[in-house]
């Protein structure tokens, strides 16, 4: 079983950046995709930035353009640089990856990061 440990979290203020880190027990380079997702109190989770094996990525439009996806392989890490921070960003974050013929999907135990005005 994979498991994913995240760090990074914390209290930032409003145009501040975090990296967030998701060290993973498995080559990430065999990942098929990777992934952060967030929850805010009261609402859905919902996708932030994914990319795939493939090299397709993904980021919610309301991150394009200020956080950026990427892994490490020599660390086994995905990070998530996120810049230009607004209250709004305030939530859990969860790591996710998908490995494996059977698509088996892993999640993180969150990093909460608040962003003050």
């Known amino acids: 079983q994979v498991q994913l440990v995240e760090s990074g979290g914390g209290l930032v203020q409003a145009g501040g950046s975090l990296r967030l880190s998701c060290a993973v027990s498995k080559s990430i380079s065999r990942l098929n995709a990777m992934g952060w997702y967030r929850q805010a109190p009261g609402k859905q989770r919902e996708l932030v930035a994914a990319?795939?094996?493939?090299?397709?990525?993904n980021y919610a439009d309301s991150v394009k353009g200020r956080f950026t996806i990427s892994g490490d392989n020599a660390e086994n890490t995905v990070y998530l640089q996120m810049n230009s921070l607004k209250p709004e960003d305030s939530a859990v974050y969860y790591c996710n990856v998908n490995y494996g013929a059977f698509k088996i999907e892993v999640w993180g135990q969150g990093t909460l990061v608040t962003v003050s005005s």
């Open positions: 990319t795939t094996s493939g090299g397709s990525t």
